[in-house]
C-alpha cells in the first residue's frame, strides 16, 4: 500500500521543529522508536556516566529493585553499558504519575470532551489523558504541554490526548496525540532525555 508523503519538517526557530499532520492520518514519531513497543514497557537509553542502580533510583518505585532491573535485562555488571544501550522497565516497577497540558489560545468554539461531559476550553485549562478537543469552522486552540512543546489545531479539526505520563523531578515524560481529521501543527521542544518522546498518532500507520 503506498504510503502519502509526509510534510517536511521546517526548523524555522532555534531548537524547536514544526511539521502539520493532515487527515492522511499518518503517524509520526519524534523519538527514533526510543520505547519499546509494548505500552508497558519503558526503553531507558543509558546517557553518559548511567549505571542500572542510578535508573532505578531515578524511575523507580523502589530503587533497591535495582538487581532486579539487572536481572530483568540479562546484564551482567551495574556498570560499564555503552551509551544508547536500552534498559526495559516495565511501566508497574516506575514511578509514573499522569500529566496534564494547558490551554493558552483559543479562537472561535472549541470544545473539550472528558468522560462523556463536556468542560470549559479556556485559556489556562487543564487537558489530561483521553480528552477529546475539537476547533469548529474558523477556530483553533493552542496546547502546551509539561516540557514546552505546543500543538495548534486548526479549523474543522479534532484530535484526542492518548497519553500524557512521566516521572516527576525529572525529564522522563511521553505525549501523543491522536489526530483523527483536520490538521494540526506542532512546535517540539528538543528533548534533554533521549528516551522521552512526542507522538502523532493516526489510523493508518505509525513511522
Known amino acids: 500500500m503506498k504510503i ?7 526548523n524555522d526557530r532555534p ?10 492520518l499518518i503517524a509520526v514519531t519524534l ?20 549505571t542500572i542502580s542510578g535508573i532505578a533510583r ?13 536481572a530483568y535485562n540479562k546484564v551482567r555488571l551495574d556498570r560499564g553499558m555503552p551509551i544508547g544501550t536500552r534498559v526495559n522497565v516495565p511501566a508497574d516497577w516506575m514511578r509514573l504519575v499522569d500529566m496534564d497540558a494547558q490551554i493558552v489560545a483559543v479562537r472561535g468554539t472549541v470544545g473539550v470532551l472528558r468522560g462523556g ?9 487543564a487537558v489530561r489523558t483521553g480528552d477529546q478537543i475539537s476547533a469548529a469552522e474558523a477556530s ?31 525529564d522522563l515524560i511521553a505525549q501523543r496525540l491522536r489526530l483523527d481529521a483536520g490538521r494540526i ?7 534533554k532525555n533521549p528516551s522521552s518522546r ?8 505509525t513511522i
Do not use: C
Open 31 to 50: 523519538n527514533n522508536k526510543a520505547f519499546a513497543a509494548d505500552e508497558e514497557i519503558w526503553a531507558i537509553e543509558m546517557r553518559k556516566g548511567d
Open 185 to 191: 501543527e506542532h512546535a517540539v521542544t528538543p528533548r
Open 140 to 170: 483553533s486552540v493552542t496546547l502546551k504541554f509539561s516540557d514546552g512543546s505546543l500543538s495548534t489545531l486548526y479549523a474543522n479539526t479534532r484530535a484526542s490526548i492518548s497519553l500524557l505520563r512521566g516521572v516527576p523531578s525529572t
Open 15 to 24: 531548537g524547536i521543529f514544526r511539521f502539520v499532520a493532515v487527515s492522511l
Open 117 to 125: 461531559a463536556q468542560v470549559p476550553a479556556i485559556p489556562g485549562a
Open 4 to 10: 502519502p508523503r509526509i510534510p517536511a519538517f521546517v
Open 58 to 70: 531515578r524511575y523507580l518505585k523502589n530503587p533497591n529493585d535495582w538487581m532486579k532491573l539487572q
Open 198 to 205: 512526542f507522538e502523532v498518532e493516526t489510523a493508518v500507520a
